[in-house]
């Protein structure tokens, strides 16, 4: 029962976090390790982000049906390869080769060496400063409609930082879109698009280990926990949309710094286990 009380609290934390750029992975490693949880696992963390990607899906289904199948269309016909939705079709799978290649050729170290709290502590602040910048010298002269291959590279280049936890993959994206030139709206609409393959074939990759591997609970609190963060995920995918389209990032940029400053003295004091 203990298990699935913890897997709750863990599934509202991956919703609440997940897209807000503030690193859902390292706080899935920080809390449980503040309350005396232990490590839940990579497997376990990538498995619950699941939950929050279907949420996604769900949230963008008519943008993501419209995409999906201006795509589909466009390899046949050619005069649809112009569109937007088909080239964002192709801004999508470009953009997400970088995090799939790294996280396949660095998937050792991405579970084990990552996840040392002094790592995700100091990747909080300077991610959190590196978003600060972006936001602020970010133009806002860019629309999702300009979006671009190269600028696509550029965006699948930051997302893939996120595999060291404490980056965000929001959070990284999101800079990048900034300091590109893009809209707070238009940043944070395409870090959600863009999310989705690699979440959800890191996932599906990790569902393996689940049983028996890399994970400190079983498959049914697992999946409870996958639940619970579809249902927060997709609440907070709403709010933080209405959020940026009329307010800064600084909230997030001070949490992050908070944050990761409060990790690395904990862990310097010896109360959390780096």
Do not use: C
């Not at 112009?82 to 999508?92: A, K, N, P, Q, V």
Request: glycine content about 10%; hydrophobic content about 55%.
């Amino acid at each position: 029962m203990l298990d699935f009380l913890k897997a709750v609290v863990l599934g509202m934390l991956q919703g609440l976090t997940e897209f807000l750029p503030i690193s859902s992975s390292a706080h899935l490693r920080i809390f449980p390790e503040l309350f005396g949880w232990g490590d839940p696992g990579a497997a376990f963390t990538a498995v619950i982000q699941i939950g929050t990607e279907l949420a996604v899906l769900i949230y963008f289904r008519k943008d993501i049906w419209r995409i999906a199948s201006a795509w589909v269309q466009s390899l046949y016909r050619p005069d649809l390869r112009g569109t937007l939705d088909s080239r964002m079709g192709w801004y999508i799978i470009v953009g997400s080769l970088p995090i799939v290649i790294l996280g396949v050729l660095l998937k050792d170290i991405i579970e084990e060496d990552f996840r040392n709290l002094w790592i995700i502590g100091t990747t909080l602040i300077v991610l959190g400063i590196i978003l600060g910048i972006a936001d602020r010298v970010g133009r806002n002269e860019r629309a999702i409609t300009r979006m671009s291959l190269s600028h696509a590279i550029y965006l699948g280049l930051a997302q893939a930082a996120a595999l060291v936890p404490g980056v965000s993959r929001s959070g990284a994206t999101i800079s990048m879109g900034r300091f590109l030139g893009y809209d707070r709206e238009a940043a944070t609409r395409f870090a959600f698009l863009l999310a989705i393959p690699a979440v959800v074939g890191a996932g599906i990759f990790e569902l393996k280990e689940i049983p028996g591997g890399d994970n400190a609970y079983g498959p049914w609190p697992t999946l409870v926990a996958t639940i619970v963060s579809f249902l927060v995920g997709y609440a907070a995918i709403a709010w933080l949309l209405r959020y940026v389209s009329t307010n800064s990032y600084l909230p997030f940029v001070v949490y992050r710094i908070a944050l990761g400053a409060f990790t690395l003295t904990m862990v310097s004091l010896g109360y959390m286990a780096a």
